[in-house]
């Protein structure tokens, strides 16, 4: 079943917008200069979309960002170079976009309490940059604050990798072909030129994570492009080694879930046969 949605949809995303038990959807046209949210109707369709303006949109996602219980969104744009937070009336409606300048366009956008004061912050990966905004609580942010990594930004996603209660920020290295660590400060900064490397494919161009080998740590799964494989980083608490795997065609994405219903986290791939973590060969534990 096909719905309309704007001009060269480039992202999309699905939360609980209107507080019922069914996912809804919200997807980013950027040529439309806007974004379309599609209520479901809890059979697996959905009404009409309704569009919200944004201009030349590239990334979005779904959080509680003003602590009401109801699900908003954060919205990276290029040109201006923005992130807009639409808040939630708490039906499935938007309120007008509250709109920060970033120095570059933002490839993705991560949320977690960086600082430790119970509100969600958000950071985006902007061509070399890092920026983080820290919330206020009620939907709106500080000024970004940003680190300048020194290579091209693809993906970044928060988690507290060593135990310490504060979260860290793992990126992707276009060019560099790695994969580096944010150590967090727990302060809503991160240790200022220190950065951990792991190297994964040819172009990553996406990132994933969950618990892939069930020791209750978060692992990461890295799509990447032009080595049409992927590289699996497990996280041994303080460190992560990398393994790799090839699969058949091109390899765009890649998301991690419980397919198999046994309560393990297998990998699905767009159109990919899954080889390997480590040096054993796995498609699903």
């Known amino acids: 079943v096909d719905y309309a949605a704007g001009e060269r949809p480039v992202c999309v995303a699905m939360g609980r917008i209107d507080g019922d038990a069914y996912l809804d959807l919200v997807v980013v046209n950027h040529n439309s200069d806007n974004l379309s949210v599609f209520l479901n109707n809890g059979d697996g ?31 990276g744009a290029d040109s201006p170079d923005i992130v807009s937070v639409f808040l939630n009336n708490g039906d499935g409606t938007f309120q007008a976009a509250g709109s920060y300048f970033l120095p570059d366009p933002p490839s993705s956008i991560a949320a977690g ?67 580096g660590v944010f150590s967090g400060n727990g302060d809503g900064t991160f240790q200022a030129g220190t950065y951990d ?43 992560s080694s990398s393994g790799g795997g090839s699969g058949g065609c091109f390899l765009a994405a890649a998301t991690l879930n419980g397919l198999s219903g046994r309560g393990f986290v297998d990998l699905c791939l767009f159109s990919v046969v899954v080889w390997g973590l480590r040096p054993r060969r796995v498609l699903r534990k």
């Open 45 to 75: 369709t959905f009404q009409a979309g309704v569009n919200y303006a944004i201009s030349n949109g590239n990334e979005v996602i779904i959080v509680d960002l003003d602590g009401d219980g109801h699900q908003d969104l954060a919205v």
């Open 113 to 179: 309490d960086l600082n430790g004061d119970g509100y969600q912050d958000l950071t985006m990966t902007a061509s070399s940059r890092v920026c983080v905004l820290l919330g206020d609580g009620d939907g709106t942010f500080q000024n970004p604050t940003d680190y300048n990594y020194g290579e091209e930004l693809d993906s970044g996603i928060l988690q507290d990798l060593n135990g310490d209660g504060r979260l860290d920020l793992i990126i992707l290295t276009g060019d560099g072909n790695s994969a």
């Open 197 to 239: 490397f792991y190297g994964v494919g040819n172009i990553p161009v996406s990132m994933v994570k969950g618990d892939l080998d069930g020791d209750g740590d978060q692992d990461f799964a890295v799509a990447n492009q032009e080595g049409n494989d992927i590289s699996i980083l497990i996280n041994q608490s303080s460190s």
